[in-house]
C-alpha cells in the first residue's frame, strides 16, 4: 500500500535484506533501516505501520520484535514466534504438542544429565545447544569418548544456556535434508540441502549444496503445521527423510536465510515477503 512505511530490522546486513529492501520499494513501500547495532529502540511508537525483523543474532531479533510490539507495532516474526524457533529445546516442545514427528530427543541440564539423556537415546546421536545456527557446536556423537570432549568443551564457554545438551537420536539421511521456506499459508518452495565435502552437516554456509526438491502435499502440509506451530508468518523448516519414506522435523528458523532457495528454485522471496507486507497492511 503506497504512503505506509515498512521498517527492516537488522544487525547485519545480507544479501537477502537488500533484495528486500528493493522489493519493498518496487512496490511503492517507504523503508526506514534500523540497525540494532547502531541505533537504540525506544518504546515510543516509531513512525512505521510494521516491521520486519531480520536480526541474525535470536536475541537481537527477539528483542527487537518485543519493543516493537510493545508500541503496538506489528513485527513479523513476532517475538513469541523468534523465541520459540530460535531456542531448539522450545522448539522441539511446540512440535510434540502440535503432534509433529520429530527425531527422538532428551535433554540434559547439566553433564551428568546429559549423560542419562545420551544413554537413553543411544548411539550414535547427535548433541546440540539449545541456540546456535549454521550447525556450530553441533557435534555428532558416534561413542563415548566424543561425547566426553563434548561435554569438557561446552563446559568451558561461560554462557549457562550453551553447557544444555539437546541430545537428539542421529538420523541416518541420504546425504541430504531438505529444507522448505514457508510465508503465512503458503510453502515458497523446497530444497534438498546436500552435505559438503568432508562436513556431516548440510548448511548451506558449511558447504552445502542445495537443490530443487518436489514439493509434495506431504511435505507443503507438514510444513504449514510447523510454521503454526511456532506462530511464525516467515520461517524456514528443516525435515529429515527417513529410510522408510517418512518425514521428521529437525529445526525451525524464525529469520530464515533463502539465497539457496532462490538459487535453487527461481522463486523470487523477497518479491513475495514484499506482497505479504502489503496484504498485511490492507487488513
Known amino acids: 500500500m503506497a504512503g ?10 545480507r544479501v537477502e535484506e537488500k533484495l528486500i529492501l528493493k522489493s519493498a520499494k518496487m512496490r511503492g513501500l517507504s523503508v526506514r533501516l534500523t540497525n540494532v547495532r ?17 536480526c541474525i543474532s535470536m536475541y537481537n531479533a527477539a528483542h527487537s ?8 507495532v506489528r ?19 511446540r512440535l510434540k504438542a502440535a503432534g509433529l514427528p520429530t527425531p527422538r530427543t532428551a535433554v540434559g541440564l547439566d553433564d551428568e544429565a546429559a549423560a542419562k539423556a545420551l544413554e537413553n537415546v543411544g548411539l550414535p546421536a547427535v548433541d ?3 541456540i546456535g545456527s549454521w550447525g556450530r557446536l553441533v557435534a555428532l556423537i558416534k561413542d563415548e569418548l566424543t561425547f566426553k570432549t563434548v561435554l569438557e ?26 529444507r522448505t521456506v514457508v510465508l503465512g499459508d503458503e510453502v515458497l518452495g523446497a530444497i534438498y540441502r546436500y552435505r559438503g565435502d568432508g562436513d556431516w552437516r548440510t548448511n548451506v554456509a558449511r558447504g552445502g549444496v542445495p537443490v530443487t526438491a518436489f514439493l509434495n502435499d506431504e511435505l507443503r502440509e507438514i510444513s504449514i503445521k510447523t510454521a503454526r506451530a511456532v506462530g511464525g508468518d516467515l ?22 536465510e533463502f539465497k539457496g532457495l532462490m538459487q535453487a528454485t527461481g522463486v523470487d522471496v523477497p518479491e513475495k515477503i514484499a506482497d505479504y507486507i502489503l496484504g498485511q497492511l490492507r487488513r
Open 235 to 256: 520461517v524456514s523448516v528443516d525435515i529429515f527423510e527417513t529410510v522408510d519414506g517418512s518425514y521428521l522435523v529437525n529445526e525451525v528458523n524464525g529469520v530464515p
Open 128 to 130: 546440540k545447544p539449545p
Open 4 to 13: 505506509q512505511t515498512l521498517e527492516i530490522i537488522y544487525d547485519v546486513p
Open 65 to 72: 520484535a518485543a519493543v516493537r510490539e510493545g508500541v503496538g
Open 153 to 178: 568443551h561446552r563446559r568451558m564457554i561461560s554462557s549457562t544456556i550453551m553447557k544444555t545438551h539437546l541430545i537428539q537420536e542421529y538420523i541416518d539421511i541420504p546425504n541430504r535434508d531438505v
Open 75 to 93: 513485527a513479523i516474526n513476532s517475538s513469541e514466534a523468534i523465541i520459540y524457533s530460535g531456542n531448539k529445546i522450545l522448539t522441539v516442545s
Open 38 to 54: 547502531q541505533q537504540h529502540l525506544l518504546f515510543d511508537k516509531p513512525s512505521v505501520d510494521i516491521s520486519l525483523v531480520r
